[in-house]
């Protein structure tokens, strides 16, 4: 019988043994899948859609961070990027950049190697937590609720049984012999909350398994770009989403679980694909105003604009690869037409876009 307060070795291995052949949930699946789908093909209307990852991926790691009770905001996060020398961050906006870093090292090794395992997850938690890196070895950690203090979870305990549990999980991750039984939305959900019962690190366990969550949907070719996230669907139902955790692990009700993260997907690729249009108007937009003024807006230059919406004369110099008295012409033309404005920075400007800003902002 699981009690929480003993170190839950017994967490059974992957796959489950539950039924998902459910009316309601299959529907569900159907409807979430074709929301990626619609993400997905929305994503090739952008003229560069890598340019969405970054800003993407640092509005993810500012609601993942969140639900953590790491505190800052997108605005800040992203003038952090751009402004900030390391050692000049918050420990807040450390965090969060370090989230985005992570997210791209754990991309990075997907699309080189085509699978993840154990030491894929061990490096993307060291970019989280480089103070904390690697499985835990320490005995006798306890999830405790942070309002009454009661332990309410006691994971699995000892550096073999852990590595154990990490084999089986990375086993289920990577194969794709199932799918005709059990969805890849599916098997995400289950695969989320057996990291989260492992519970592998001392801290950043949370976000290496929603990070892991956005790398799978990429792996099962529902996604070619990280570009859906689910943390803000869960700060906004956090109560639910660790409520539903506990009731997988006591009573084993991977039903709801399952259904909640679904109903997340379909909810999280919607809007995901409104910001995507969004974003695209932003750019006609401003190709449109460029041309009625006579402002040469290049394609490099796009996508230097849409990489974030904060900006230096020095970043822009390095990126385009002009001299940094062309990149303060370029400015000026922006100026002109509205599409950025600028504040005192110690011995410069700093440029911002604050419409890019309001479609990324929460």
Do not use: C
Request: no cysteine.
């Amino acid at each position: 019988m699981f009690d929480q307060k003993i170190p839950y070795n017994d967490l059974p291995l992957l796959p489950p043994n539950f039924n998902f052949d459910d009316v309601a949930l299959l529907k569900l699946v159907n409807k979430a899948n074709n929301s990626l789908f619609e993400l997905k093909g929305m994503a090739n209307i952008l003229p560069n859609s890598g340019i969405l990852v970054s800003p993407m991926t640092i509005r993810e790691a500012v609601a993942s961070s969140k639900i953590e009770n790491i505190n800052t905001t997108v605005a800040e996060a992203l003038k952090a990027d751009v402004i900030y020398k390391e050692s000049e961050l918050s420990g807040a906006e450390k965090e969060v950049l370090n989230y985005r870093d992570a997210l791209r090292k754990g991309y990075k090794m997907l699309l080189k190697d085509e699978f993840l395992n154990t030491n894929s997850f061990i490096k993307i938690q060291s970019v989280l937590e480089p103070n904390k890196k690697d499985i835990r070895k320490i005995p006798d950690v306890k999830i405790e609720n942070s309002k009454t203090g009661e332990v309410i979870y006691t994971p699995p305990e000892g550096y073999d049984v852990i590595m154990n549990k990490l084999k089986n999980f990375e086993d289920y991750f990577n194969d794709n012999k199932d799918f005709d039984n059990v969805d890849p939305l599916v098997r995400m959900a289950i695969m989320h909350y057996q990291f989260e019962a492992i519970h592998p690190f001392l801290d950043g366990n949370g976000r290496t398994g929603r990070i892991v969550m956005i790398l799978y949907l990429v792996l099962t070719k529902r996604l070619e770009l990280p570009i859906l996230f689910l943390s803000k669907y869960i700060l906004e139902n956090r109560d639910e989403y660790y409520k539903k955790l506990r009731a997988v692990t006591e009573n084993g009700k991977w039903r709801n679980w399952v259904f909640y993260i679904l109903q997340g997907v379909d909810m999280q690729a919607q809007e995901t694909r409104e910001k995507i249009l969004q974003i695209k108007a932003l750019i006609d937009k401003y190709k449109k105003d460029a041309q009625k003024d006579g402002i040469n807006i290049t394609p490099q230059m796009l996508d230097y604009l849409f990489s974030n919406p904060f900006y230096s004369q020095k970043k822009m110099s390095e990126s385009l690869d002009v001299h940094r008295n062309t990149a303060r012409k370029y400015f000026r033309e922006l100026e002109k037409t509205n599409t950025v404005k600028k504040f005192k920075h110690k011995q410069g400007y700093i440029y911002y876009n604050r419409k890019f800003l309001d479609i990324l902002s929460y």
